[in-house]
């Protein structure tokens, strides 16, 4: 039988949503919004496996607020930063882990099938994202924000998660990158640092990432209306 593992980074502080609290306990819709996005992952055909990556204060909490899924999930304890939380996540892999997603906690309208799809693609590639293609003109500033340049937007897109790696790749690329000292928003960013190939997976632009409250708002017209 074939293991499928899937993290979850769910460490953050929620300064940006100025909630006081790790904005994946609040109020959505009646559940956490952590919650919703573990019913898209247990939705899945593909999940054997998931791991929720917490801090050690948060654990009590986020497992209340899980309900039905708390037994389903393995606990492993954050770092300071999303890179070390990941860091930490995938060195506490089991043994038998080949290939792995990490998903955002706070993406909680990911929809199952983009999961599965996700999964099906690293089966061929070693890296893949999910990501959407950018609709707006993106400018280029500098430290004064003065327009330099317009990229081509035929070949931005914005990322999203999941992202898939094959374990051995994605543990040697946050060793490297502890060494060096590199900071990156996510974990296909290291892959690029060594020239290493990720491939896109076109996603859709309901995944969005909750960070702000009006955020929060968006998410719960379309779980009232999903």
């Not at 009646?30 to 593909?46: D, N, P, Q, R």
């Not at 060793?175 to 928003?185: L, P, R, Y």
């Not at 892959?191 to 702000?212: A, D, Q, Y």
């Amino acid at each position: 039988m074939i293991i499928l593992h899937l993290l979850i980074p769910a460490a953050g502080s929620g300064s940006r949503m100025k909630a006081g609290k790790n904005k994946l306990l609040l109020n959505l819709n009646g559940e956490s919004i952590l919650y919703w996005t573990l019913k898209a992952v247990f939705l899945s055909e593909k999940v054997s496996w998931v791991g929720i990556i917490g801090q050690p204060h948060d654990r009590s909490e986020i497992i209340n607020s899980i309900k039905e899924f708390a037994g389903k999930i393995n606990w492993i304890n954050g770092g300071n930063t999303r890179q070390e939380s990941v860091r930490n996540g995938v060195n506490n892999l089991p043994s038998n882990a080949v290939k792995v997603l990490i998903h955002d906690g706070a993406r909680c309208l990911i929809k199952s099938k983009l999961i599965d799809k996700c999964f099906t693609e690293l089966e061929e590639n070693d890296a893949v994202i999910l990501a959407v293609k950018v609709t707006d003109t993106i400018k280029v500033v500098n430290e004064n924000r003065i327009i330099k340049e317009t990229p081509n937007r035929n070949f931005l897109w914005a990322a999203q998660t999941p992202q898939g790696f094959l374990v051995s790749q994605l543990k040697k690329a946050h060793q490297i990158a502890k060494d060096n000292s590199w900071n990156v928003t996510d974990d296909a960013s290291l892959f690029e640092r060594l020239k290493w190939p990720v491939k896109i997976i076109e996603g859709n632009s309901t995944n969005i990432k909750i960070t702000s409250p009006i955020d929060l708002k968006i998410a719960s017209l379309f779980l009232g209306n999903s």
